[in-house]
């Protein structure tokens, strides 16, 4: 009912900057929260950032300061600019958002596919 798509995934060097986007389509009534987490060989999902509809954002500690999560509600699109990345930022990034599906009873918790970062020289 709902399909999400990430891009922008890729190999960069330590310093770099990648920015990720992740467009929403499908039944969707509303999104409340989109968000961004990763996932690292041999560690567990971790969420690395989230912004509600209304602008508000929550960022985990290791990338304040460096990442920067923004959407567009017309677009049902979600970008996360990742500036000064680090090797420790390798991981595989997961696009998520919590959608209300047309004729719906509930919020929905919906992921995409995931798309691979890595920092390395």
């Known amino acids: 009912q709902v399909q999400l798509v990430e891009a922008g995934g890729g190999l960069v060097q330590p310093g770099g900057s990648l920015r990720l986007s992740c467009a929403a389509s499908g039944r969707i009534f509303s999104i409340n929260y989109m968000g961004w987490y990763r996932q690292a060989p041999g560690k567990e999902r971790e969420l690395v950032a989230r912004i509600a ?69």
């Open 53 to 121: 509809r209304s602008g508000g954002t929550d960022y985990a500690e290791s990338v304040k300061g460096r990442f920067t999560i923004s959407r567009d509600n017309a677009k049902n699109t979600v970008y996360l600019q990742m500036n000064s990345l680090k090797p420790d930022d390798t991981a595989v990034y997961y696009c998520n958002a919590d959608v209300w599906v047309t004729g719906g009873s509930r919020w929905g918790d919906y992921w995409g596919q995931g798309t691979q970062v890595t920092v390395s020289s």
